[in-house]
């Protein structure tokens, strides 16, 4: 499993719909999700974990899959920043 930052935008004319189609998806996905729309900011952030790119996407509504930024992400510890000193080095 790998852990997948989802960031998907929409107008607030898709406000509505989004989050209608997210809450079909199940409580458990919406509950995922924080929103900036409220603030103007109409995304809807979250980190989830999925097995690909195209799991994470699925958590994303159907009619903007096509614009939604899914990163992969992870921790960084010390020891792998020390590596990094030794190998730039």
Do not use: N, W
């Not at 929409?10 to 989050?19: G, N, R, V």
């Amino acid at each position: 499993m790998a852990r997948y930052m989802i960031e998907s935008p929409h107008t607030p004319e898709q406000c509505l719909k989004a989050l209608d189609e997210e809450l079909e998806k199940g409580r458990d996905v919406l509950e995922k999700f924080d929103f900036g729309c409220k603030a103007g900011d109409h995304t809807a952030y979250a980190i989830v974990d999925a097995k690909t790119r195209d799991d994470a996407l699925k958590f994303v509504p159907t009619f903007l899959q096509g614009k939604a930024r899914i990163l992969e992400v992870g921790k960084i510890t010390p020891d792998m920043i020390r590596s990094f000193h030794t190998k730039a080095a």
